[in-house]
C-alpha cells in the first residue's frame, strides 16, 4: 500500500504551510483515474498526522471524476476508466481531469493565521 508514504507527504506539506499554526481541516482532491485509493489516505491520515501540526485535524477528501477530450472529434467525455472510449469510438484522447492529488485547502485553528503570516514575513 503505497497510500501511507503518499498520505506521510500530504501530511508535511500541510505542516509546512501551517508554519507552526494548529491545523483543524485539510481538504484534498484525488483524481479517481489517479491510482490512488482515497479511503486508504482517510484511514491513514490520523496516524500520518500524529505529532504534527495536523494531528486532530478533520480530512475531507473530494473525488474528481475523470474526463477526456477526444484527438480525433474533439468531444469531451466522462472518462469512468482509463479503457473507456469516445462516443465517436476513438481511443485517442488526453486527460483532462482524474488524476489530481491536490491540497486544496488548510483551515487552521483561529489566531494560527496571524502567527503564521507573521512567521512568514521577512525580517529587516
Known sequence: MHEIGITRRIVTIVAERARGGRVRRVTLEVGKLSGIASGA???CFAV???GTAAEGAALDIIEVEGRARCRDCGAEFA???LFAACACRSR???LVTGQ???VTTIELEEGACAEAAAA???RS
Open 100 to 102: 489530481e492529488l491536490k
Open 120 to 122: 512568514a514575513r521577512p
Open 48 to 50: 500520518a498526522a500524529r
Open 41 to 43: 489516505i482517510a484511514f
Open 92 to 94: 485517442r484522447f488526453d
Open 79 to 81: 472518462m469512468p476508466t
